[in-house]
């Protein structure tokens, strides 16, 4: 249903560093910018990266984000176990004039 | 500061009508502070965070093609608040269910309620 595809899970030992995928089209990630959000189940969303790559107040510099056409990348390093939980990308859709969500990557530390 | 928080029925029972408020403080949704909305997600248990619906300062709104024969989100400035109604509950419209700001510049949804748990249930 989605028409932002995430890879369902990463896993990576701690201290090392893990990339999380978001795949769309031209009419969303190809033409807006891409927020990234953190999510432990029962606890609030919280925004990691906006604007494709800026970073919120807070947000650590081991969180980064970039865009390449209809895809975007969230990295992590320096992974730390506090790091583990799902990931969404999100962004607007022209076509559909809805946000646009990711499926989540569930993030594991080794 | 920004804070949000949802509030409604913890239970409604299959083929009932959802209404839930999300409260919020710390910016407007008034047309003089444009640029703001408040969406609304829901995450069933399991399953991944689901984008619901969206209604901007102007009362422009949107809404997930999935529901939208069953949403419909308003707003009510004098008060701060937000209301997601969803018609002809089931139970799988057992979810969490979050509010969250957003800000149109960014394009982001950069303060979350704490959400509240919905199920549905005869």
């Known amino acids: 249903q989605s028409v932002l595809t995430q890879s369902p899970s990463v896993s990576a030992a701690p201290g090392q560093k893990v990339t999380i995928s978001c795949s769309g089209s031209n009419s969303n990630i190809g033409n807006n910018f891409v927020s990234w959000y953190r999510h432990l189940p029962g606890t609030p969303p919280k925004l990691l990266i906006y604007d494709n790559s800026k970073r919120p107040s807070g947000i650590p510099d081991r969180f980064s984000g970039s865009k390449s056409g209809t895809s975007a990348t969230l990295a992590i390093t320096g992974l730390q176990t506090g790091d583990e939980a799902d990931y969404y990308c999100?962004?607007?859709?022209?076509?559909?004039?809805?946000?646009?969500f990711g499926t989540g990557t569930k993030v594991t530390v080794l | 500061q920004i804070t949000l928080k949802e509030s409604g029925p913890t239970l409604v029972k299959p083929t009932e009508t959802l209404r839930l408020t999300c409260s919020f403080s710390?910016?407007?949704?008034?047309?003089?502070?444009?640029?703001?909305?408040v969406g609304w997600f829901r995450q069933p248990p399991g399953k991944a965070l689901e984008w619901l619906a969206l209604v901007y300062w102007d009362d422009d709104k949107h809404y997930t093609p999935s529901l939208r024969r069953r949403v419909t989100v308003t707003k009510d400035t004098s008060r701060n608040q937000v209301v997601l109604i969803l018609t002809n509950m089931d139970p799988a419209d057992t979810a969490t269910y979050y509010c969250?700001?957003?800000?149109?510049?960014?394009?982001?949804?950069?303060?979350w309620g704490q959400g509240t748990l919905v199920t549905v249930s005869s």
């Open positions: 969250a700001r957003r800000q149109v510049v960014e394009a982001t949804f950069d303060s």
């Open positions: 710390g910016f407007s949704l008034s047309i003089s502070e444009n640029g703001v909305g």
């Open positions: 999100g962004t607007w859709d022209d076509s559909l004039g809805v946000e646009a």
